[in-house]
Nanobody
């Protein structure tokens, strides 16, 4: 089992920045990749980006490319999401997830709320 806890959400004005954190615990050595997802009001949950735990390679959704950056600290079992130039449409509950393989997200956190005011 892997436990995930997000933090760092809050209220920010459009154009501002926030940094989300995801703390992983448990059998973290088995993690292949970690990612961020979000679910806005009345919307489906969507992929934001992911980082491969072994080599740090990242992939982002087009909607956040160039504005969001995912990083990790293997020693601390932490993943981060640096969000810049935030827009009202970025308002959502942000989740971190961990996958033991390339195809499945096995573990999820409870989410942290990000609200961007215009």
């Amino acid at each position: 089992q892997v436990q995930l806890v997000e933090s760092g959400g809050g209220l920010v004005q459009a154009g501002g920045s926030l940094r989300l954190s995801c703390a992983a615990s448990g059998r973290t050595f088995s993690t292949y990749r970690m990612g961020w997802f979000r679910q806005g009001p009345g919307k489906e949950r969507e992929f934001v980006g992911r980082i491969r735990w072994t080599d740090g390679s990242t992939v982002y959704a087009d909607s956040v490319k160039g504005r969001f950056t995912i990083s990790r600290d293997n020693a601390k079992n932490m993943m981060y999401l640096e969000m810049n130039n935030l827009k009202p449409e970025d308002t959502a509950l942000y989740y971190c997830a961990a996958g033991l393989s390339m195809t499945t997200w096995h573990y999820w956190g409870q989410g942290t709320q990000v609200t961007v005011s215009s």
